[in-house]
């Protein structure tokens, strides 16, 4: 049976107002938004079919380009839809006001969508880079029949997390264990990732987590969450696709602040500063002058605001997406020049 904080993150839902765009409108009046409620691990393409009949008698004719945006800014359809959330909305903004176009698809900016299947071919792909990093191939997705590989994602298109449970392990991924995870017992069955193997002196070697992190960069410093400025260009986020080597020695606890250190020892070195601590100036200040390292103010993972001494364990057995990915969101003040 499935935990319960894996429970929370299948069941995790965004309530969305979606309003047609005012280029795409072609009755009078302009219709009401529509109010969708989207799922976390889900994709904005497959609420397509709820809101497209919702729209239709407004709708100009032609032929559809359907993408949607916030605030004016294009969202990425392969990105899930609770990891735009999280990093596009500093402070949670509910409900989700997002516009919806039917023309007009800026090419320049998102790859192309063919709707589910596009969303399909993204999310097995996905799922056999993130076995490749885990076991060095991916052939238990190669191998899995196309009814298995149709009913996995079909479970995932509908939250059907028994479905999943029992159909993932097909895959053999394996769970993430140590003795902090076994004391507390909170390893589960959907996570995720491999058991490191065990040297002859009983001292644990590396495992291999896939981590998609997402870097938001802000250059003006803040009090509150509301405050931050908006994103005028997805080249204010860094996107980084690159595995954390899992590294547990008897006794030690690899932490969450251990993983990310790993991705941006520009940001958790030891001159780097996580929001809320405290710096001397010896520490921002050089006798030469260097300029200012950054500073971490927001880590968020599933909607939780991370705090970065939880084990890592913990975090990779309850917080994956179902493609074997975590997906982790950063906000960062820039280091001043």
Known sequence: ???????????????????????????????????????RIGYLPLLIPLIKPYF???????????????????????????VLFDLLCAEPE????????????????LIPCEGEDSVKWNFVNSLK????????????????????QEDLWTSVMNGDLDAYTRLSPKLKMGTVEDEFSRTTSL???????????????????????????????INKDFENLEDVLEIDTWDDISYLNRPVEFLREEGKC??????IESLLPEFM???????????????????????ETGEIKLVRIQGIEMKLEIPFSWVVNNLMNPEFYLHICVLVKAPQR
């Not at 409108?25 to 938004?33: E, K, Q, R, T």
């Not at 885990?134 to 196309?146: A, L, T």
């Open 1 to 39: 049976m499935a935990k319960e904080a894996v429970k929370y993150v299948w069941e995790g839902a965004i309530p969305l107002q979606i309003y047609l765009h005012k280029s795409d409108v072609a009755s009078h009046p302009a219709p009401p938004p529509a109010l969708v409620l989207a799922p």
């Open 56 to 82: 239709k008698d407004s709708l100009p004719p032609g032929e559809d380009s359907i993408w949607f945006d916030y605030k004016g800014f294009p969202l990425k359809w392969y990105i899930p839809t609770g």
């Open 94 to 109: 509910r409900p989700w006001n997002l516009t919806i176009h039917f023309r007009g698809y800026p090419s320049n900016i």
């Open 129 to 148: 880079e993130a076995q490749y990093i885990i076991n060095g191939n991916c052939k238990n997705v190669m191998n899995m029949s196309q009814s298995d």
């Open 187 to 217: 390893s589960s069955p959907q996570s995720g990732q491999v058991v490191a193997e065990t040297d002859v002196a009983g001292q644990v070697k590396t495992a291999r987590i896939p981590v998609r992190l997402y870097v938001r960069s």
């Open 254 to 259: 690899f932490t969450l602040r251990d993983a």
């Open 269 to 291: 070195g030891d001159r780097a500063q996580t929001s809320g601590e405290e710096r001397s100036m010896d520490d921002t200040e050089e006798a030469d002058g260097s300029r």
